[in-house]
Every structure is written in structure tokens, then in C-alpha cells.
């Protein structure tokens, strides 16, 4: 009873909970930084600025606005945070899966919102005008990404569960799973359509260029975080952080988790049996998720920053509901049909 | 507790309103005394109901009452009835309860008006009307309370009669809805003469054996009858004008408590008496009537610039998601639209008592003049988001529970089908949900949010009374939220299940034996399953939000997460102040109906259609009426 209590406790603090969210998240963000950088022909920070930058702001002053609901304000930023650790974590990294049975993935796309929440509700509670605005196109674009994201997991739920015989199937542990009997879906090419939404998705879910309206420095300063400093903020970069993991990851879990196949038939290989080989696979697993996590962020978030430039609002929401949606739709159309 | 005894529940149950009805109106001048009459005459109703719970829901028994005695002899049911079964009971039981918090609530919220009395007494008419129409066991005195009903509160809507566009607002509800009693009441007369009874259980083993145009017709006019009642499109723009007219409290029964007899209507109408639910046709049109209505209204309620419109065009599209669910004809696609059925009760009943709180403290519900009220009213501020979450299906709130079932449920039987319609709905209902998400925040941001307009200054936080109300709503948002598999195995499951139990209505009224002998054909019977693909355990959910939020929290306070920001006044300084890039503060509030113009944007030739559409001209309305009562007549004469 209190070995199982330990274990749940490990899983959410430290292991695929907290303090995996908190390196891997900041790791990915320091990546993306420094290709942007690169790609710019600029010489970029340090890959491990996002950390500097975090234990910075912890380090400064917390301005409260006397506006400002002082709770709502301080807890909103650690809601959003426990929200995307807590989603993080029933996300499988292949072969494991710390909570199978307690969300499927129609849960996950609501658990998704519960970041968002968080920064509209802190951010509108100080009642400052750029957090109105901010508020207004986070909004809009957490509405654009919707429609797709719906449409390429229905995809996803139809296909798997066509090819496994029940129908549908909603557990992400069972389409990890699926994948790794038969191959990721990636390869079938029914899928390809949704996993290129999928992949035009993650910069507009995590706020990434060109689909960062609702954050536009450089216009409505910052919209929601314009009251925010110090640790407050610092948790807010960080949720941001997580986030890229959190749809990388389900990216990798939803299209590429034939991947987690290979990774065990190599520790098979190896001839290792027991603990030994569950421990090699979970290593392995969690690196190669990382790798994949790298590549997916440079493809999906930093080659799109790079070269692209702010859209206004009404643009991106017309981009998502008509060309990505588009392409999610080919697929759930094809998957229906049994393709 | 005897059988006996036990048997006339139902009847006291609909009677303790009716009597405290009359009691207020001749000795209501006196304060105490009608206060103390509505409410124990609500409570004693909920509390018979509740009585009922363990015979009805664990036990599965259907109560049946003959007033006066006159049971059924020669095969022919003449007395009038009331039968008690799980459907019966679940609506009863939400009713009953609903209307004892709205009467919490009207005490202090009604404290200032004029002709208290006879609100009290028409408010009690209202309930009671609702409560014989759940109870009833015969057409006749369904349509006798559907004429209670809508008469009260079409009074109640004009209750404020000073008020701007209250007496416009009821004068189109009367109109419209006397449309719909009329069809109700052509569609009963044509069912007996064709039938020759009038008991719902007698006519249950009848009418599908006995299909002919005329019995078609029937159906037509009732189904169309049913659905003004429960303000389905085409028949949504009645509802916001009530809605913006009446008194919260009043606001909550019609959506909470009247729409839901047209929805209870409607199944009685197409599982029982037609039992025509069989045909994919009729549950095409179900599902496809849902659709339309949840979508419609979503974007409507987008459009809208008063608080109490939005969340009137809320109603039906939530109402929209209940009959899509209903009409899916599984055990499990029932149970979920039972279950959102009850939640959009609650959630919608918390969320017109905030906006009443709202009404009440600064006289306006206009989006575009309110602002900031979150610092003057911070506990109605909670109450409304939990019911803003609650109704946009933020996990772990009640309404993500009841809509996943519906996704779930819509799926699966899109699958089973291999209909690809279904999955429209599906997609459709997710959408949706984040739409009524994007109006909530506009709302929260619009009149929470912002900043503080001169003239609220003094605003205060809304009486005890009223917040007492509006506490319970939201408690039970959360707890049927988190409990999701008591709530369907206990009450949404027994009523889904009574549902497809068309025989054991019949014979328990008729006695046993009848519809087996009466029945030509045996009606549908599937076996009733509640399976489903998904997962979602929000217990085990909450429990790990609460450990994450411990620790960070843990780590953030020993961090010293907010040093140095000591909030006092002598302290205060422009670093305190908001941010304004060097301006000069002014009120700026960033609110009102155009908050997602990136939205409306795109949208803008769809909505200019509805603007052009809903031209608020009661004549268009009733032509919406007849063409619709028109196209329902064609429909069912060719498909049923």
C-alpha cells in the first residue's frame, strides 16, 4: 500500500511527472531557441538559457497589481503548470503509461484548455486592456486549433479501432499499443494527412510564430502576462515550455509509436529478461521520445518561426478551419472508409 | 414505508404546490407567511419525491395512482392516472429539487418588487404545471398542465411588466406557445378518436398497431407541440426575449424545468406512445433536430450583447445536445443525454441566478456596460465560473462528464451504423462545446473581468440568501461532476433502461397481460447495454491535480514566490498601478459582443444571415411555426 503510494507519488513528481516536464520542457524550448537562432544566421543563446531564464525570474521581485485578485493572480500560473503536469502523465512514453485508466483522448483535448484557462483567467483578473486583448485572440486561436485537433484524433480513435476490431478506440495506452504490434501509423498513408495537421497544430496550440496573436510582444506586450513578473511569470515561461513537450509527445504517441516495437525487440535482442531489460526499455523509450521530441520541435516549431512572420487573428483562425482542417478531414474521411 | 402510502406520493407531490398556490393567494399579504408557504410547499414536493426514490430507482417498481379509485375495467382506462416510472421520477426528482432552490433564491432577489403574492403564487403554478406534466399518465391532463404551465409563465415573463420589452417578450411567447398547446391539443383529439383513450399506457399498446395517416398526423402535431415547449429551432427566439424579460429565478424554471417537460414530452411522444424510434428516420430527425439546435444557438448566443439573452440561447443549444444524445436510440446515448439533461439544470440554473445576483446589485445586464465586478462581488464571481466551467465541459465539472458520455455516445453509434451522419454530430458537439466555451469567456471578461466603470463603485456582494442559492448549484455541479457512475448507475441508467421497458409500463397500468395481448407487434427491446469505449475517472483525476498543485505550490512558497510585494496602501505607487505603456490610467474596457471579432470575422456573412433572420417580428415567428408544424406533418407522414 505505501510502495504504491511512493510509486504514484514518484510518477507525478518526479518521473513522467514534474521534474521530467520541468528539464525536458526547458531543454526543448532552449533547442528551439538556439535553432531559430541559427537558422537566422544569428549565434543565439545558450541552449540552456531557458533555465538561467527561469531561476532569474525566480530570483526577482513579484509586482502584484493592486487591481489584481492577489490569490487568483499568484495561484492561476501554478493551476495551469499542475494542469499540464498532470496531462503529461497520461500520455504513455511507449511501453509505459503511468495512469492508463483514468483519461482517454477526448479527455486529453480538454485538458488541454486548462492552461489556457489558467493564463485568461490570472491575466484577465488584473483587468489591464492588453490581457483583455491578449485574452480575446488566445481565445480565437485556442477556437482555430479545436477543430482540427477534434478532427485528427476522431481520425486517429477510427482508425485504430477499425484495425483492432472493437470499432473505436479512445485509450491512448491501447493506440500506443496497437502501433507497436503493427507499425506506426505514420506509415499508413490514410494518416499522413492528419499527422501533417497535426504537426501545423502545435505551434498554433503552443503559441509558437506565426500563431502568437495572443503573446505579440511587440504590439500588445505580452497580452495576458503585462502584469506578470518574477516567479510568477517564470511559471508561466515554464507552463509554455511544457507544453511544446506535452504536443510533441502526444505527436510521437498518436503517429509514431510503431517506434516503441523496435525499441523492444532490440532490448529482446540484446538477450536481456527480467528487471534489467524492463529498465533498458524504459531508458531507451524515454530517449528516443526526446529525440523525436527534438526533431518535431525543430520541424513543427522552429523551422516555422524562422521563416515566417506574425498573422493577424481572423487569419490564423481562417488558416486552421479551412487548410488544416482540410487536411484532417481527408484523413478522417479515408480512415472511415476503411483505408 | 408501505406500498400504500407510497402511492400517493406522486399526487401530493403535485397538489402541495397547487394548494400553496392558492393559500398565497388568498393570505399571501403577509410576508412571513408566503415565504414560509412556497417554501415548504417546494420542499414537501421534492421531498415526496425523494421518498419515491428507493421503490422507483433501486427497486424498479412503476408507481401507478387512480384518482379516485377508477381503475381500468374492460380494457378501458378512464380514470384519469398518474404513473411513476424511472423516466418519470428522474425528471420529478430534478423538477422538484430545482424549484426549491429557485424559491431559496426568490426571497431576497424578489424582495423589491411589487405584487410579491402574486408572483408566488404564479411561480408555485408554474411548478406544479411542470411536475403533473412529468407525473402524468394521460394525454389529456399532459396537455391540460402544458396549458398551467405556459400560461403562468407567460405571466411570469411580463412579471416585470415595467421593465423594457417584458410585455413584447410575453406577448410573442403566448402567441407562439399557444401554436404549440394548440397542436398539442389537435394532436390529443385526433388520438382518440382514433384510439379511444386517453391513458398513455393504454395508447402505448394501441397506436403502433394502428398506424394510420391520422395517428401520423398526431404525431406531427405533438412532436411539434413538444418541441415549442422545450424551444427548439426554429422556435429559439422566444426564449431569449423571455429569458431577457423575467425575473433569474424565473429565467430558471423555464430553462431548467419547462424545457426539460419538452424534452420528457418528446421521449414519452417517440419511445412510447409511437415507439417509432426503430425507424433511422425518426432518429435522424431527432439527432438532426438536435444538431441544428445546439449549433445555431451557440453561434446566436456568440452574437449576443445582454447577459441574460447569451445564456438563453445557451439553453437551447445545450437542450440541442440533450435530444441529439435521446435521439441516438442506444441505453447508453439515453443515459447520456438524461445525464446532461439534469446538469444543464443545474449548471444552468447557477448560471441565471449569477446573472440575476448580477441584475440585481447593478440594474443592468448589457455586456458592454459592465466590467470588473470580480473585486466588488468576488463570491458570485467564483459561483459563475463554476457554472461557466460547468457548461463549456471543463473537466471535472458535471458538464464535461454528461458531454463526454455524448461524444462517446455519438460516436459509437456512428460506428455502429456506419452512418457518417452520426459522426458530423460528434464533430459538431466538441465544436460546440469550445464555442460555448469562447461566449463564456467573453462573458466572464465582459462583466468579471476588465475594469470597474464609475458608476458600480458602491456595488456590493448579493444577500446570503442569494448566494445559499447559488452555493448549492454549484456543489452539486462539482459532486455530479465527480461521481459521474453513481449519478448514471442511480439515477440516469434505472430512467434509460425505463425507457426501453415500454411492456412493463403498459401492464403495470393496465394490468398484466395486456400488452402482450393488445400489442400487435412486440415493441422494440434491445438489449440495454451501457458500455463504452472511453475512460475518464475524475476522482483519481482530481486527486493527482491536487497532488501536483501541492507540491508545486510547496516549492513555490518556499521559493518565496511572491517577495517583496507588500500590498498596502502607503506603499502604493504607480509600480502598483496597471501597465499602460507610459500613457495616462483611463478606463479602457476590453469587453462586449465583438470580444472574438477574429472569429466573427470570418463568420461575418453567416451571421449578417441570422442578423436579417431573427427579425424580431412575432408574425415571422409564427410563420416559423407553421412551417415548421407543416414540414414535421409531411415527414411523418411519409417516413413514420
Request: charge should be neutral.
Amino acid at each position: 500500500m505505501i510502495l504504491e503510494a511512493v510509486k504514484y507519488l514518484a510518477y507525478v513528481l518526479i518521473f513522467p511527472g514534474f521534474l521530467f516536464c520541468f528539464l525536458t520542457g526547458l531543454l526543448l524550448s532552449g533547442i528551439d531557441r538556439k535553432l531559430v537562432a541559427r537558422m537566422q544566421k544569428r549565434v543565439g543563446p545558450p541552449i540552456l538559457q531557458p533555465f538561467y531564464d527561469f531561476f532569474k525570474l525566480c530570483g526577482k521581485e513579484t509586482i502584484i497589481p493592486a487591481a489584481a485578485n492577489r490569490t487568483v493572480f499568484l495561484m492561476a500560473p501554478l493551476v495551469g503548470l499542475a494542469g499540464l503536469v498532470v496531462l503529461q502523465l497520461f500520455i504513455p512514453v511507449f511501453s509505459f503509461t503511468a495512469f492508463s485508466s483514468v483519461a482517454d483522448v477526448i479527455v486529453i483535448l480538454y485538458l488541454l484548455l486548462i492552461p489556457a484557462l489558467s493564463i485568461m483567467i490570472g491575466g484577465g483578473a488584473t483587468g489591464s486592456p492588453y490581457a483583455g486583448v491578449g485574452l480575446s485572440r488566445e481565445m480565437v486561436t485556442v477556437l482555430s486549433c479545436e477543430l482540427p485537433l477534434v478532427l485528427v484524433l476522431l481520425a486517429v480513435c477510427k482508425k485504430v479501432g477499425a484495425a483492432t476490431g472493437t470499432g473505436l478506440c479512445f485509450s491512448l495506452t491501447e493506440i500506443v499499443r496497437y502501433q507497436m504490434a503493427n507499425g506506426s501509423l505514420l506509415g499508413k498513408l490514410s494518416m499522413i494527412p492528419a499527422a501533417v495537421a497535426f504537426l501545423m497544430v502545435i505551434p498554433g496550440e503552443t503559441g509558437s510564430h506565426p500563431f502568437d496573436a495572443a503573446e505579440a510582444e511587440t504590439e500588445i506586450c505580452e497580452g495576458m502576462l503585462a502584469e506578470y513578473s518574477g516567479a510568477p511569470l517564470g511559471v508561466y515561461k515554464l507552463s509554455h515550455s511544457v507544453k511544446i513537450l506535452s504536443m510533441t509527445s502526444l505527436f510521437v504517441m498518436l503517429f509514431l509509436g510503431g517506434i516503441g516495437g523496435g525499441i523492444q525487440n532490440l532490448v529482446l535482442a540484446l538477450g536481456l529478461a527480467g528487471g534489467a531489460a524492463g529498465a533498458l526499455t524504459i531508458l531507451l523509450d524515454v530517449i528516443v521520445l526526446f529525440l523525436l521530441c527534438v526533431i518535431l520541435t525543430a520541424v513543427a516549431i522552429s523551422f516555422v518561426h524562422a521563416v515566417t512572420a506574425r498573422l493577424k487573428i481572423e487569419q490564423i483562425f481562417k488558416y486552421y478551419w479551412t487548410v488544416v482542417s482540410a487536411l484532417a478531414l481527408v484523413s478522417l474521411v479515408l480512415a472511415w472508409y476503411g483505408l | 414505508m408501505n406500498m400504500l402510502s407510497l402511492q400517493h406520493f406522486p399526487i401530493y407531490s403535485i397538489m402541495v404546490l397547487f394548494l400553496g398556490a392558492f393559500l398565497i393567494v388568498i393570505f399571501g399579504q403577509n410576508k412571513v407567511f408566503r415565504h414560509t408557504v412556497a417554501l415548504l410547499a417546494t420542499f414537501a414536493s421534492f421531498f415526496f419525491m425523494a421518498m419515491l426514490f428507493k421503490p422507483v430507482m433501486l427497486e424498479g417498481q412503476t408507481i401507478a395512482y387512480w384518482l379516485g379509485n377508477r381503475v381500468p375495467a374492460g380494457g378501458y382506462a378512464i380514470g384519469i392516472a398518474l404513473e411513476v416510472d424511472a423516466l418519470s421520477l428522474f425528471f420529478g426528482l430534478l423538477v422538484s429539487c430545482v424549484v426549491f432552490v429557485a424559491c431559496i433564491y426568490s426571497i431576497q432577489y424578489m424582495s423589491h418588487d411589487d405584487n410579491v403574492p402574486q408572483y408566488y403564487t404564479l411561480f408555485l403554478m408554474l411548478a406544479g404545471g411542470v411536475m403533473g406534466l412529468v407525473l402524468s399518465g394521460d394525454l389529456f391532463n399532459m396537455f391540460i398542465m402544458v396549458e398551467i404551465l405556459t400560461f403562468a409563465a407567460v405571466a411570469l415573463t411580463a412579471f416585470r411588466n415595467t421593465a423594457n420589452g417584458a410585455l413584447e417578450a410575453a406577448f410573442k411567447y403566448l402567441v407562439v406557445g399557444c401554436i404549440g398547446s394548440t397542436c398539442i391539443l389537435a394532436g390529443t383529439i385526433v388520438l382518440y378518436a382514433q384510439v379511444h383513450t386517453l391513458n398513455l399506457a393504454q395508447m402505448s399498446a394501441l397506436i403502433p398497431g394502428n398506424l394510420s395517416s391520422a395517428t401520423k398526423l398526431a404525431f406531427a402535431l405533438l412532436f411539434i407541440g413538444f418541441c415549442t415547449k422545450a424551444f427548439l429551432v426554429p422556435f429559439h427566439p422566444l426564449a431569449a426575449d423571455a429569458h431577457g424579460a423575467a425575473p433569474a429565478s424565473i429565467s430558471v424554471l423555464i430553462s431548467g424545468v419547462l424545457t426539460k417537460s419538452g424534452i420528457y414530452g418528446l421521449i414519452r411522444l417517440s419511445y412510447f406512445l409511437f415507439q417509432s424510434m426503430a425507424l433511422g428516420t425518426m432518429q435522424f430527425w431527432l439527432v438532426f433536430l438536435g444538431s441544428v439546435s445546439m449549433f445555431v444557438c451557440v453561434t446566436m448566443a456568440l452574437a449576443q450583447h445582454d447577459f441574460k439573452r447569451l445564456l438563453a440561447f445557451h439553453s437551447i443549444s445545450q437542450i440541442g445536445y440533450v435530444l441529439a444524445s435521446v435521439g441516438l436510440c442506444t441505453a447508453f446515448g439515453i443515459s447520456a443525454g438524461l445525464y446532461h439533461a439534469m446538469n444543464h439544470t443545474l449548471f444552468k440554473g447557477l448560471l441565471f441566478l449569477a446573472a440575476g445576483a448580477v441584475l440585481h446589485e447593478t440594474g443592468t445586464t448589457d455586456l458592454g456596460k459592465l466590467g470588473g465586478l470580480s473585486k466588488k462581488m468576488p463570491h458570485t464571481t467564483v459561483l459563475f465560473l463554476v457554472g461557466a466551467f460547468s457548461i463549456s465541459g471543463i473537466p471535472p465539472f458535471n458538464g464535461f462528464a454528461s458531454k463526454w458520455m455524448i461524444y462517446q455516445a455519438t460516436y459509437q453509434r456512428a460506428v455502429e451504423t456506419g452512418n457518417i451522419g452520426f459522426l458530423l454530430v460528434t464533430i459538431c458537439a466538441l465544436v460546440t462545446s469550445t464555442l460555448t466555451l469562447a461566449s463564456f469567456v467573453k462573458v466572464t471578461q465582459s462583466v468579471f473581468f476588465g475594469q470597474l466603470p464609475k458608476e458600480y463603485e458602491n456595488v456590493k456582494e448579493v444577500p446570503f440568501g442569494m448566494r445559499l442559492a447559488m452555493g448549492i448549484l454549484a456543489a452539486m455541479c462539482l459532486v455530479t461532476g465527480l461521481l459521474p457512475n453513481m449519478v448514471t448507475r442511480y439515477l440516469t441508467e434505472p430512467a434509460a433502461r425505463a425507457v426501453f421497458s415500454v411492456v412493463d409500463y403498459i401492464n403495470n397500468m393496465m394490468g398484466s397481460g395486456y400488452a402482450q395481448s393488445a400489442m400487435a407487434a412486440q415493441p422494440l427491446n434491445p438489449d440495454v447495454s451501457f458500455a463504452s469505449a472511453g475512460v475518464w475517472s475524475p476522482v483519481s483525476w482530481l486527486c493527482l491535480l491536487m497532488i501536483a498543485l501541492l507540491a508545486v505550490t510547496i516549492v513555490a512558497i518556499a521559493g518565496k514566490y511572491d517577495r517583496v510585494s507588500i500590498k498596502t496602501p502607503e506603499n502604493r505607487s504607480g509600480k502598483y498601478d496597471l501597465f499602460y505603456g507610459g500613457e495616462e490610467t483611463v478606463y479602457s474596457q476590453v469587453g462586449g459582443d465583438d470580444l472574438f471579432w477574429g472569429f466573427k470575422h470570418n463568420w461575418r456573412h453567416y451571421f449578417s444571415f441570422m442578423h436579417e433572420l431573427h427579425s424580431g417580428v412575432v408574425n415571422d415567428y409564427a410563420l416559423w411555426a407553421v412551417v415548421a408544424l407543416a414540414l414535421a406533418i409531411v415527414y411523418a407522414l411519409i417516413v413514420l
